[in-house]
Each structure stands twice: as C-alpha cells, then as structure tokens.
C-alpha cells in the first residue's frame, strides 16, 4: 500500500530517498533493540505506535495545528520555556539530534571534532530528513556549550527562523536577572509571531499542564527504584525521549496509564530482569531520539538501568513550576525560578549537579554509575573527572565512557562495560 505521507513529506522538502532510508534504518533498529526486550508493561505499546508515526501521524497533527493557527516551535535544549511557548499559542517539539546523518556535508561546514548532537543537527538539515525541522515557524537555539553557541551562527543561514536565546553561565544574581529578561525577550518574539499575547489565565493553564507532564515522567521515574526494576532502562529512556515530541496532554494520561500498571508489576515483584540484577545509573550528556546504543549495550550485558541524570531524564524533568501565581509577573518568576535549577555542566561552578548524582544513586539504589559523554563535549567530560571523584569518595563505583553516534566502537565499550558489571556482582 502506498504511504499515505509521501505527499506531506513532499510538501515539507524533505528529500525522499534519504528519508526513506533513514526511517528504515530507524525501523530495524528499533525492532531490533526495543521489540525483543522480554516482559515489556503492555503499555509500552503506546510508545511503540508514537515512534512507529513519528515521522506520520505525529506530523501530521503538527501540521493541522498550523492550519488551525498555531505555530511550531523547535528545540535543541530544555532551557526553552514551553509552559510559555504553549501560552502563546504554539507547540514546542525537541529536534532530532541523536543519529549521525549526511556526515560529509556537515564536515564541510563544522570541524570534525565538534561533538555528534551539533553534528547530528546539521545533518537532519542538510540531508533534508527532519520533518519537525521543516514543519518550524521558529528554531531556538540557546547559548548554551561553545559548539552550539557558535554552530548556531552557522545554522542561521541554513534555517528559515532562527531565534537565539541567551544563557547564563553562572548561578548568581545577575545571571538570574539575565535568565529573566531572556525570557522575556523569548515572551515577546513568541507573541509577534504567533499574534497572541500571553495572559495570567494562558500561562497559568500552561504551567498546570506542563508540571502535569512533568510529574507523571518523574512518577514513572520513581517506580524503577523497585527491586526487580518493573520497566527496562531501554523503555524508560524512550518515555522520556517522547517527552519531547508527543501532544502534552496525551504524553502525560499514557505514562500514568504505564505507571499504574507498573504499580501492579511491584505489588506483584514482577520485573523486566531478575531482582538483584546489578542497578546502574546513566549521568551525563543528554541522549536523544535514536541514541540507544549505550542503553542497548549495558541491558544486553547483565544490568539494568534505573536512572539517567539527563536533560533526557531527571535533569530536565525533576523541578516543578511554582503554580500558585495570579499575575504574568508572577509567574513569570515562577518559570524562571524553575529553570534557574536545571544544574547543566555549561554552568561554573556546578556542585549542584554532584549532588544530584549522589543522590540519585542513593535513592535509586544504583550499584554503579556510567558517566556518559560524547567525544568533544567540553563541559561534561571536563565534570566527569570531578564527578568521579566525588563518587568514589562515596564509593559508589564509576565507569566514564566517552564516546559518538558511531557503531565502530559498540565491541570495545561492550567489554568495559561488561567488565564493569562484573566488578559490581
Ligand atoms: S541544558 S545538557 S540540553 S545545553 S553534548 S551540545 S553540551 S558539546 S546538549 Fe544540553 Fe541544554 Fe545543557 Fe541540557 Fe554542547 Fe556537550 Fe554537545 Fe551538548
């Protein structure tokens, strides 16, 4: 049968064939990663039909969005509001930016040592493949790493509406101050694009809605401190991906749907591996849709993980926004009080991020910690030595991996990794 979002991706200048390919090869690994798990909750499937219509259905409600009047908002970071992105009537999707694609082409307009999630961006644009990118009546950048910072400028040209956000680098007064009138800046842009001014009832049911979203990931989160872990690592990660694309309202009632049943599978001591099998936590660099590879290799290996210290996990899910505001003022300093917590290694100096990851351990009961950074990720792989230490000082046994999109390595990292099991038997 024909696809029925040829047409679409057409009219969205996507290039076919390369598209084409890259759904297939998505399409194999996921079969091949996810839909071989055993004792998978029933309510993965939910998961398994957003990522089989990512490129589809998912789309195609973005586009009707569109037509209705909204705009479509994309992003590289979770500093980007959406509770005020959604006030102003639009819709924000995270950009794909886990798969190396069209690797020659960015080689031509980025050094070949920036790390793969920069890389990752300007292939989905250059290969023409992301049909989110495409659908964008803005892309947000944010200054966040160097290589973003200065890949933004680059991207800019390639981009129909690039929008740069300034970040602060350090948790002080003035870098606050500056948090706050960012937002605002972003407050303003949104309303002159979208035509619709942000009012104290909008933000108001916005901030419900996405600490709504929030609350049920870290609920789901909370249940894989249960011994036998009641949900693969794999599969959690893939919650917290979708995160990033789905309709907000559905994301939240289908993880509570999961949730549920995973209250069941503890009641019962129903697990996706054996109780006692070793308990790791991932920390570092984030790990967006389709980066499973270190997932996959630490689940095929012996161990389960129950955690990611991630923007694509706790970092960027464990703050709530204060609801009890009336005015936009006050919410508005809700939202920055918020995301003033977000402890990514961009900002000097971080202690909060250590202790974040202690306690995760603790209260996960994580018998080791993978600190994962990508090649050419300055600030984590720079914190992933004093991260060590502080771990170990705890003694909390510590794997640093350093690593890319690429598969070359997936034996060699499959041996430390093993190894390091081993160790915490
Ligand atoms: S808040 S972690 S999502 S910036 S891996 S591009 S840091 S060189 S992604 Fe991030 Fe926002 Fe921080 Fe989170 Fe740079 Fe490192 Fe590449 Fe990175």
């Keep these: 049968m024909d696809n029925p979002y040829v047409s679409m991706w057409q009219e969205l200048g996507l290039d076919l064939a390369a598209h084409d390919a890259l759904l297939n090869v998505l ?21 398994d039909f957003v990522m089989s219509e990512v490129h589809g259905l998912r789309i195609k409600e973005l586009l009707d969005e569109k037509s209705a009047g909204r705009k479509i908002i994309g ?7 959406e509770e005020i992105v959604l006030a102003a009537n639009a819709t924000l999707v995270g950009l794909c930016s886990g798969a190396d694609f069209a690797m020659e082409a960015v080689e031509r307009l980025q050094p070949r040592n920036t790390c793969a999630l920069i890389k990752s961006f300007f292939g989905f644009k250059l290969g023409k493949v992301c049909p989110y990118l495409e659908s964008a009546d803005m892309v947000v950048g944010e200054n966040t790493c160097d290589g973003k910072k200065k890949a ?33 800046r972003f407050k303003t842009a949104l309303e002159a694009l979208t035509g619709v001014a942000v009012t104290a009832e909008s933000l108001k049911t916005t901030i419900r809605t996405v600490n709504a979203k929030r609350a049920a990931i870290h609920r789901l989160s909370s249940l894989r401190k249960a011994d036998p872990a009641p949900i693969s690592g794999m599969d959690a990660l893939l919650a917290n991906q979708v995160f990033f694309y789905d309709n907000p309202e559905r994301f ?27 308990r790791i936590l991932i920390s570092g660099c984030p790990q967006a849709v389709p980066n499973w590879k270190l ?61 974040h990851i202690e306690e995760m351990a603790k209260d996960y009961n994580a018998d080791g910690v993978i600190h994962y950074g990508l090649q050419f990720c300055q600030p984590y792989l720079m914190e992933s030595f004093p991260v060590e230490r502080a771990l170990e000082e705890k003694n909390i046994p ?4 350093e690593t890319d999109y690429g598969m070359e390595d997936v034996g060699q990292l499959k041996t430390r990794i093993e190894a ?6």
Excluded: H, W
């Design 420 to 425: 390091f099991i081993e160790q915490l038997r």
């Design 295 to 355: 997932p996959y290799i630490v689940e095929t290996s012996g161990a389960v993980i129950v955690g990611e210290e991630s923007c694509v996990g706790e970092r960027g899910t464990r703050n709530l926004t204060e609801e009890t505001g009336d005015t936009v003022e006050a919410m508005m300093e809700a939202v920055v009080d918020r995301y003033f917590k977000v402890d990514c290694a961009i900002f000097t100096p971080n202690p909060e991020r250590t202790a």
């Design 75 to 81: 992003s590289y970071c979770v500093f980007v509001p």
């Design 27 to 47: 399409g194999k690994t996921y079969t091949d990663f996810f839909l071989t798990q055993k004792n998978r909750p029933d309510g993965m499937g939910y998961f």
């Design 152 to 184: 933004y400028e680059t991207l800019d040209s390639l981009v129909k509406n690039l929008y740069v956000m300034d970040l602060p680098q350090v948790k002080s007064e003035q870098g606050r101050v500056l948090l706050r009138a960012e937002y605002d």
């Design 252 to 278: 939240t009632t289908s993880v509570n749907k999961i949730c549920d049943e995973l209250e069941r599978r503890i009641a019962e001591k129903e697990g996706v591996f054996p109780a006692k099998t070793p």
């Design 398 to 401: 510590t794997l640093r991996i």
